[in-house]
């Protein structure tokens, strides 16, 4: 993974709090209090309350609403709260970005966190290039001394919250196949509350500056800044900082690149869609996902690139349930013989019925984000199935 250039939102009013990365590249406590401010300290029904108000939704994939986690977390024993660093998604690397250049925003996410449902453990998972930087940061402080800090496994589906929370417990990072919900039923037998880090850093904001101040950027009903990382046939492959309404073309247009000129972008990552160049005017809203835009380029194959990464999501499988275990193979197969134009229609009409089959079946979300992905490949690229169907390819004739 290499770190590239970050862009930062920018706001119209030079008095307005900063966003997420405006204290500056690596900027140590003094500089993050300086840019910041203290926190406010908030209660456990203050700061539900300003979430709610804020409409935060989580930023690590599945954009479900902040208060509503923080409100689920409860039960008889103290509970733990878990900030994810984890970032297995092959094209995102913002996770990591945030981390080196604001560590301390993530902190605070984390500590408000805990503090407000009164925390038994406080823990940040990360891969290794973090551990250095988070654990420097907490050294400056004089209030996050309990955090934990463990390095996270690899591999696409070691993210997975369940996944986490069981790399943490046995030391095996893959999915639970659990009845019991992890706000319930977590880490240590705890109930457990499980943020991505940008979450937290948001979480962070919106403690210190209200609900209505997160609101005041972005889609009402997706409201705020998010990070994503612009990779594929751009002239650069960067993280930006923008506020969710900000249009596809719009994102990739800060990378160098005209997104209705490409073959197609594929928003959310390997667990996202496709989308055709003429969709791109619109934001991305909840199919953010992990705020991934992968900008295919007109010479290359759309059904060759799904192909590939159709057989990483396969080999990528925990492989403890059946969509995992065959459904995934055999979607992998079909896709591979659509690629090659074998059997074509055949083939694609296959992957339609695999897509079915696995969707909503699995032990995880993992057999979900594949057939979504599937079904988003057969709509953009219909026409590349025709020509494959006759031995050609549209990319490779331009």
Known sequence: MTMTAVDLAPSDDAAAPPRLLAAGRSAGAAAHLAAFGPRRGLGRPELERELERSGLTGRGGAAFPAFRKLAATTGRRAPVVIGNGSEGEPWSWK????????????????????????????????????????AAAIAERSDAGRVELVEAADGFVAGEASAVVNALQTGRAVPLDRVRRLSEHGLDGRPTLLHNVETLAQLALVERYGGDWFRGVGDPAQPGTRLVTVTGDVAQESVFEVPTDTTVVDIVARAGTE???????????????????????????????????????????GLAATAGIVAELAAAS???????????????ERFADLAAGRLAPQAAAELARLAEVVDGRGSCHHPDGAARLVRSALRVFGRDVHAHAEGRCLRSAR
């Open 259 to 301: 997104a209705r000129l490409a073959a197609a972008v594929l928003f959310g990552g390997y667990h996202g869609r496709w989308i055709a160049p003429t969709e791109t005017g619109a934001a991305p809203g909840e199919a953010a996902g992990a705020g991934v835009v992968h900008v295919l380029g007109v010479r290359r194959c």
């Open 318 to 332: 925990a492989r403890q349930c059946g969509p995992c275990l065959f459904g995934l193979p055999a979607m992998a």
């Open 95 to 134: 996770d990591a970005v945030l981390l080196a250049n604001a560590p301390h925003l993530v902190l605070d996410g984390l500590l408000t966190a805990a503090d407000a449902l009164g925390a038994a453990r406080t823990v940040l998972y990360l891969h290794g290039p973090a551990l250095g930087v988070v």
